[in-house]
């Protein structure tokens, strides 16, 4: 058993303007990832400006005062580097892994747009990209069957005015109704140094990151109020279920079953991750065992259990399967609620350490490469407040018990919190 | 705000030197009469394995499209030694799964795990591969599933368009004609004997054992014997390129998709196969056209006209065949627009070739990527694949870096003008008939058919 989930170097500092500068220094290969997490999501967006936190991440490529417009993209590709971001609930990342010799011109373009966007931000730009990102949203969640699962699960599990309530992709209304002003104050307010984890993992040394840090980031002026995302923590537990029936034109039935957790981070979680892996994780788990091979009532290839890792409020738990032709959604319910409940009731050592065995697999598949590593140093050093947390990770997995996993289900899994989402197809033909 | 001017760096920092790149040392022997190919990634903790084997869709017959995949689902089904679940736990306990994939050359069987249980590893893989139950009525079962989960899957937008696309560049009576994975009727029609034919035919034979880790704690030997034990038969040739025309005249074929908000595109038209000289000079011709993201085809209809949220170009090869391809959704009403604005990047990338700066992007981005993306144990041991698969030498990642850097901008443009037909693109658009229908017909970009069924 590892002593420590992460055996690279991590060294870290903090500008004078509050930039916390990340450091994991691996020789084997020339190649150098960089991560910037910025603690800003979609949780931060109040009513009427869904979708914005993410309409954002992409104006951060078109350009800044020193970067024209494209120059971005063609100059971390035209290093050989790969490139991208993605924004959560949570907050947003920008990343790219290029060979080693382009550190410099990586961290000056992130400095570039983190210090000088709002200048080079036109209206021009803003419809193009309100457009790409419409586009996304018709691609990713509205032409695909069920792909709005995501957006419908969220209001079931968080109420009005929780920062979890809304879909990261936001509304084509509130899209629409964007105006410039809007985004050049979210830029002012949340893109500053101090609101931000830069991360470098790969071949680069501690000193030399910190140097180039100091240069290029060092005179960026720190943003003294920002205003915290409204407060998720507590959800008041209504006491009874809920759920919702989408008759859609989808191929065969599905179920969600849902429920809220502990937040990302903590023993909680980390129970909430082994308990996901072992109800829904490959073959051997129980959802696959009993829905798929034993009772036949799920598709193969359609079961799964898994955390949605969010750090602000009680994370989902998400436990899915599609029906097998002939089943019913009622009747694939009544398994899925019978597996869950069922874990109440104890689990197997085996069972427990075919869960961790796979964890184990998996979590070092993430490190195997320099950019699975920047990005849990960024995110353990945003959300926990110090990146070496991520060496907890493994060991918290590990040190699990089948008792806090029963204890678990009996108190966070219970049916009156269960939010259920059911999916039917228009025409009933299809069970035949 | 304060002004953002002198808190900035105005200007680029220059490169810094660059480290060599390599790529890790190859390790071929022979052992049980199989060939072990390896590659030493030291201080990795997780290793990979990977048994490849001749039985790639392109060995299937036509009519059963798909074959390969029902098997692959059916070697899980447990061994002549344990049933499914025994075998499921026996595997997972170690931590691992089998991934099981295939393509038009290969069939590969593979587990990645930590690299003291790899031997035990490679025992279960080699046991399910070359042992497997293949009980008739669990072969009848994942048959039917596997034809629930492709009608599941072509309930997307995507499969059907690329359906029509194949069967309009290659004929719907020829292999390469025909969805890579089957569809549901082709899956439908495997019988039994076809899946235990298949396997006898094609995974007992002895394939190439792929061992990517820290060699220093790695027997290979001791796995070679294990993966080869009770194989037997030489490696078939995979036959000759296939000659396939270009059209003489673009056509579009409508694909209907009722109440799509966006056309789902399939731009293509055939192409040379892998092994084909020009390899590298396409490559760079494609990703000057559609690969980065700076590249003409996005550049134009992302980030100009916002009618996408994304649109890629590529050559796409196999050892018998290839094609150019263009792959996009857009939004419904700009449906028109978006063919005319991509037929134009693609005329204008054949005619006038690719300027030196958008090349020089495209070099370098094939040739870093060489070093960003070959980094894990499981990346190394797609690019050994690679090797056997098209009979390449150990250096042969070293030496197309070299060459993606060496090209230059008169033989891209040449490979553009030579490989690029826009006047012979079969444009497949899956979208809502009743709303694009007349304004395809009007545009004049080609006769418009129906897509069949």
Known sequence: ?432 | MTEPGPILITERPPTGTARPYTFPRVVRKTVAGGNVVAAHLPGHNLAVAVLLLDGGAGREPVGREGLSGVLAKALEEGTTRRDSTAYALALEGLGTELSIASDWDAFQVSVQVQVDRLPAAVELLAEAVRTPRLDPADITRVRDDEVTALRMYWANPGPRADAALRADLFGADQRPGRPMDGDPESVAAVTVDDVTSFHADWLTRLGTLLVVGDLDRIDLDELGTTAFAGASGAAEPPGPPLDVPVRTERRIILVDRPGSVQSTLRLGHPAPHRAHPDYVPMTLAATVLGGAFTSRLNHLIREVRGYTYGIRSEFGHSRRFGRFVVSSGVQTAVTAPALVDAIGEITRTRDAGVTESELAVARAWRAGQLSVELQTPRAIASALATLVVHDLPDDYHATLRERLLSTDEPTVSAAAATHLHPQGLTLVIEGDAALIRDELVASGLGELVDAAG
């Open chain 1, 1 to 432: 058993m590892p002593e420590t989930g992460y055996p690279w170097p991590i060294e870290t500092t903090r500008l004078d303007n509050g930039l916390r500068v990340v450091v994991s220094e691996d020789r084997s290969a020339p190649v150098v990832a960089v991560n910037l997490w910025y603690d800003v999501g979609s949780r931060h967006e109040p009513d009427g400006q869904t979708g914005f936190a993410h309409l954002f991440e992409h104006l951060m490529f078109e350009g800044s005062v020193n970067v024209a417009k494209t120059e971005h993209m063609k100059l971390v590709q035209g290093s050989g580097g790969s490139l991208n971001a993605t924004t959560n609930p949570d907050r947003t990342n920008y990343f790219e892994t290029l060979p080693s010799e382009h550190l410099a011109l990586a961290l000056w373009l992130e400095a570039d747009r983190m210090g000088g966007l709002v200048p080079a931000l036109t209206q021009e730009t803003l419809d193009n990209q309100r457009e790409v990102v419409k586009n996304e949203r018709r691609q990713r969640y509205e032409n695909v069957p069920y792909g709005d699962a995501w957006l419908r699960l969220l209001p079931l599990l968080y109420p009005p005015g929780h920062p979890y309530h809304h879909a990261t992709i936001g509304s084509m209304a509130d899209l629409n109704a964007a105006d410039l002003a809007t985004f050049q104050a979210f830029h002012t307010t949340y893109y500053a140094p101090n609101n931000a984890v830069l991360t470098v993992a790969g071949d680069a040394s501690a000193d030399e990151v910190f140097a180039l840090a100091e240069r290029y980031f060092g005179k960026l002026v720190p943003q003294p109020d920002i205003p915290p995302a409204p407060d998720g923590r507590v959800v008041p537990a209504t006491g009874s279920p809920v759920r919702e029936t989408v008759t859609a034109d989808v191929p065969a039935p599905r179920v969600y079953l849902t429920h809220r957790t502990h937040p990302f981070g903590g023993p909680g979680y980390d129970t909430l991750t082994v308990l996901a892996t072992l109800l829904g994780s490959g073959r051997g788990s129980r959802l696959y065992q009993r829905l798929a091979d034993g009772a036949r009532l799920a598709q193969p290839d359609s079961v799964g259990a898994f955390g949605v890792d969010l750090a602000y409020a009680p994370a989902p738990l998400i436990v899915t399967a599609t029906a097998r032709d002939g089943v019913t959604a009622e009747q694939l319910e009544a398994g899925l609620v019978e597996v869950l409940d069922g874990l109440a009731d104890g689990v197997t050592g085996a069972e427990l350490d075919r869960a961790k065995a796979l964890l184990t697999t998996g979590w070092w598949r993430q490190l195997a490469s320099v950019d699975g590593r920047a990005d849990i140093l960024g995110r353990h050093a945003t959300q926990l407040g110090d990146p070496a947390r991520a060496a907890d990770r493994l060991p918290g997995w590990l040190a699990v018990t089948a008792e806090q996993v029963t204890a678990l289900a009996a108190e966070l899994l219970r049916p009156e919190d269960r939010a259920t989402l059911t999916y039917l197809p228009e025409t009933q033909e299809e069970a035949s």
